[in-house]
């Protein structure tokens, strides 16, 4: 058995699947019970793969931007997630990267994503089992761009940010990985 020293770092959203679809058509749902219109573009360009307490207050304005009513939307959000996973589209070429680079790295994702919508898109694709390590935003205090998830990883397998590697698309991911001084492979033209 090969002992590894090596760390693999992968976020989810819009890196190893493109999930503007998804996202967009919960939140579009629970934001409609809100009266609040959510338009695709902008969803895509500016908020997708962020942690929603950034920009949800904005969408829904102040009267009704309330931490109850994002909290409630959020929530409603992530109950209907699992009804449009057939718009998500898997990154087949980043996956095949995984399974070379299983047998040398620690495979590990950090994402912004909740917990039970990483684990319905994992399992509906079945590559749950492609990751010894998952950390969402439910296992972290400080959500990117604060390293922290990135910090857990290499401290759960012991190893030294030399040796760690990150692959992310969206900015909050890259400046969380710069600051946790880790070499980072920007996906791009994926999602």
Same mark, same amino acid.
């Given at each position: 058995m090969i002992m590894k020293n090596r760390l693999a770092i992968f976020d989810l959203d819009g890196t190893l699947f493109d999930t503007r679809k998804v996202n967009y058509q919960a939140y579009k749902y629970a934001l409609d019970k809100y =009266? @609040? &219109?959510l338009d695709y573009e902008l969803f895509a360009s500016q908020f997708n793969g962020r942690l929603y307490k950034t920009y949800m207050g904005t969408l829904m304005g102040d009267v009704i931007g309330t931490d109850e009513n994002i909290e409630a939307a959020h929530n409603l959000k992530i109950e209907k997630y699992s009804q449009f996973l057939n718009d998500a589209v898997i990154n087949d070429s980043l996956f095949s990267m995984i399974d070379c680079m299983k $047998?040398? /790295?620690h495979i590990a994702l950090v +994402? +912004? =994503?909740a917990t039970k919508n990483v684990y319905q *898109?994992?399992?509906y694709f079945n590559v749950r089992n492609k990751f010894e390590l998952i950390i969402t935003q439910n296992d972290v205090v400080n959500k990117k761009p604060d390293p922290e998830g990135f910090l857990k990883a290499m401290e759960y397998f012991n190893v030294s940010r030399e040796n760690t590697i990150v692959? &992310? $698309?969206s900015d909050v991911g890259i400046e969380a990985a710069k600051k946790a001084g880790l070499v980072t /492979? *920007? @996906?791009k033209g994926y999602s």
């Open positions: =009266g @609040v &219109e $047998d040398t /790295y +994402t +912004t =994503g *898109i994992l399992d692959f &992310e $698309d /492979y *920007i @996906v």
